[in-house]
């Protein structure tokens, strides 16, 4: 199996605060791990590309210090949401690789900030 | 940057019906992969396309790697209740970046 979970599902903070997101590769140790956002009624954007020990490498438009990205094993991978401001409220949804090109997604995580 | 257009936007169609979407791009891409996501869920991997020509099947579903390897289709046959949900089309690009079309969105009734 290709398993990735993602903690926690559904998460509201307030305005200026910190939110850290946890995603995981249960079965399979992940060789990269990738972050995106999910606006309502879109599809997919990729924000960073995330591999073990190295670090991230952003899409243009990503601040890179609002979306702190660590990678700090085969099978964690943690974005962290500095300062959320209510426009950062959306869907956040990780996938990791095994090898090649298939991308198995973590549920996601809801992110409401108030 | 490479464009890839998904179609139709949206379905509405019987149960037992067959199921067809499609994905082209500007620009040609390494691999094809087809996703279904339910509402407030992630995106499932439903099948993979490496080679130009390719035709895989997953049990009702069937897609195809195009010969030019800039399109690719998915078809659903025998549509019941549960194919309800956004499809995604992916395509991995020379970068090896997964680019996803805006989802076809299935709806089945009885």
């Known amino acids: 199996g290709a398993v990735v979970s993602q903690h926690p599902s559904r998460v509201i903070c307030k305005s200026g605060t910190s939110v850290k997101i946890e995603c995981r590769s249960l079965?399979?140790?992940?060789?990269?791990m990738f972050w995106y956002r999910q606006f309502p009624k879109q599809s997919l954007m990729l924000m960073a590309t995330?591999?073990?020990?190295?670090?991230?490498?952003?899409e243009q438009g990503v601040e890179k210090d609002k979306f702190l990205i660590n990678h700090a094993s085969l099978t964690l991978s943690t974005l962290t949401v500095t300062s959320a401001h209510p426009e950062d409220s959306s869907f956040y949804i990780c996938?990791?690789?095994?090898?090649?090109?298939?991308?198995?997604f973590g549920p996601g995580t809801r992110l409401t900030v108030t | 940057g490479q464009q890839l257009n998904q179609s139709p936007q949206s379905m509405f169609i019987q149960e037992g019906e067959d199921v067809s979407m499609n994905c082209t791009s500007s620009s040609i891409f390494n691999t094809w992969l087809w996703y279904k996501q339910d509402p407030g869920e992630g995106p499932v991997l439903l099948i993979a396309l490496y080679k130009a020509g390719e035709l895989t099947s997953n049990g009702r579903l069937t897609a195809q790697f195009g010969i030019t390897r800039k399109d690719s289709f998915l078809n659903i046959s025998a549509s019941i209740p549960s194919d309800v949900g956004i499809y995604f089309c992916?395509?991995?690009?020379?970068?090896?970046?997964?680019?996803f079309g805006a989802g076809t969105q299935v709806v089945v009734t009885p």
């Open positions: 995330s591999n073990e020990g190295s670090k991230a490498t952003y």
């Open positions: 992916a395509g991995t690009d020379s970068w090896g970046k997964l680019q």
């Open positions: 996938s990791a690789t095994k090898q090649g090109y298939e991308q198995y």
């Open positions: 079965d399979f140790q992940a060789t990269t």
